[in-house]
């Protein structure tokens, strides 16, 4: 079946430090999509991508979508406490149903 | 705010029993999806529904059901209950992405369960 894998499940990393987490989607998608979820929260939606190649910065993070339109990935810059959290993208994949795809997310833990 | 609402916020249960889960989306949004997430887990798909009808199923057992009423909101029912259903349970709604919006999900505050 349409998986998205999304890597790593964990990255520490000390405050300062950069952190990306890569989604792979075993088929092309429509747009995907990437969400963010505090520890006890729920997720909310950070941002979409659609355009083959995308770029999209807010702030310290910034967001690709592959030339194929099958990967992406998320960077931060800088880590700060308040980054914590679980990363998951969502693509939606081309079929009558339009369905989201969730990667399993990346815990990001920032070492005291 | 989200302007999703799900009750109960926190449930505890047990084995064997059934529970039924709410959930309001926000105003305006035809769609809602509910997800299961287990302890430090992804979001596992469950089923979705459209304007009352169901639109699309994933990992959901048989021993769950749902459904979307005429005012939109939906109900999802767990049955018979095991120690492996508790989770958290989240409800997102949106508006359709067909109609060129980007169909961004909006997440309530999950429903927890605990089955003892």
């Known amino acids: ?112 | 705010d989200s302007g999703v609402t799900q009750t109960p916020k926190h449930l505890i249960t047990a084995t064997g029993q059934r529970v039924t889960l709410r959930c309001s989306p926000r105003s305006g949004d035809l769609s809602v999806y509910w997800y299961q997430q287990s302890l430090d887990q992804g979001l596992q798909f469950l089923i979705q529904y459209y304007n009352g009808e169901e639109r699309a199923k994933g990992n959901i057992l048989e021993r769950f059901s749902a459904q979307q009423f005429p005012d939109l909101h939906s109900e999802l029912n767990l049955s018979s209950l095991e120690l492996g259903d508790s989770a958290l349970y989240f409800c997102a709604s949106t508006s359709n992405p067909l109609a060129g919006n980007t169909g961004e999900l909006f997440f309530g505050e999950g429903s927890r369960l605990t089955v003892l």
């Open chain 1, 1 to 112: 079946g349409q998986q998205v894998m999304q890597i790593p499940q964990y990255q520490h990393v000390q405050e300062g430090e950069d952190f990306t987490t890569y989604c792979n989607s075993s088929t092309t998608l429509s747009n995907i999509q990437w969400y963010k979820q505090r520890p006890g929260g729920h997720p909310v939606f950070l941002i979409q991508l659609v355009k083959s190649g995308e770029v999209k910065k807010q702030k310290r993070l910034t967001f690709q979508f592959g030339e194929a339109k099958k990967n992406s990935s998320l960077h931060i810059t800088a880590t700060q406490t308040t980054d914590v959290g679980t990363y998951f993208c969502a693509g939606r994949v081309m079929d009558s149903n339009y369905q989201l795809i969730w990667g399993a997310g990346t815990k990001l833990i920032i070492k005291p």
